[in-house]
């Protein structure tokens, strides 16, 4: 298994010393949002590029609509410049919110097919003109995103709702196997750990424990580090979810987990 954090800058200082404490911890990458309530995650990356030695460095995930092509080339061979090749390019055609920043940018946000040619073609230049090449990860859930996922990805982000299920995770792998026969890896996100849950999950979203407990929800963890760890190796077999994304809030729940790991 492959963890993952996510994190977001509050101070200079506060950020250099969270990546290099992810990087001792045993984390294999930090992962910034890209939103317009948090920091930029290019600059943000390329911060925790010199601090570091060993951290892969991802976004999670740029929107597809939020810059050209040819400003995700830039950036990116900037990046894989500045980290010695740990930036992976994570991407997706934007959160169901996210329309409103673009418009707050002056870009123009396009249908769901216009945003999927879109990150297409970013892609591809991408691929083209970077040395070396990046990893790429495509956040992805519905059929279309799915087949985009199966053709281009190296990694798929199961952008799944926090409820969704067992049977849902094996779904959506499912899809993307019948798509291709390319070795894919496959993230999921951390939604609880025992009784911790994020945050801005509670007071964005509405979740509370009791609703993912009901729900059985695939992403709420056990707070016993062997029943969890025990899980995460039975999903890593039998799907291929090789790699946990755990929110910054979760991280010291989380801890006893990742050093069974370590």
């Known amino acids: 298994m492959n963890f993952g954090i996510v994190l977001a800058p509050r101070s200079g200082a506060e950020w250099v010393s969270a990546v290099q404490a992810a990087e001792q911890q045993g984390y294999g990458t930090v992962l910034l949002p890209d939103t317009l309530y948090t920091p930029s995650p290019f600059p943000a990356l390329a911060a925790a590029a010199a601090v570091t030695s060993t951290l892969r460095l991802r976004p999670n995930v740029l929107a597809s609509p939020m810059r050209t092509a040819a400003a995700t080339v830039r950036e990116t061979a900037a990046l894989q410049l500045l980290s010695d090749g740990r930036f992976e ?56 995103m799915l087949a985009t996922a199966a053709e281009l990805a190296d990694r798929v982000h199961l952008a799944v709702d926090p409820t969704a299920t067992e049977d849902d995770l094996a ?92």
């Open 89 to 144: 390019l994570g991407m997706g055609t934007g959160r169901p919110d996210a329309q409103a920043e673009a418009e707050k940018l002056g870009v123009t946000w396009g249908s769901a097919g216009e945003r999927r040619r879109q990150l297409i073609e970013t892609i591809e230049a991408v691929r083209a003109a970077v040395q070396p090449a990046p990893g790429i990860v495509i956040a992805a859930s519905g059929p279309k």
């Open 171 to 262: 779904q959506i792998v499912a899809t993307v196997r019948d798509h291709t026969d390319r070795p894919i890896g496959f993230s999921l996100q951390a939604v609880a750990v025992g009784d911790q849950i994020p945050f801005y999950m509670s007071k964005y979203m509405g979740i509370t424990i009791e609703r993912l407990r009901e729900a059985n929800a695939a992403a709420l963890l056990p707070g016993d580090p062997a029943e969890a760890a025990a899980l995460l190796e039975q999903r890593r077999e039998k799907y291929g979810i090789d790699e946990l994304l755990v929110p910054g809030e979760l991280a010291q729940a989380f801890a006893p987990i990742l050093a069974r790991f370590r």
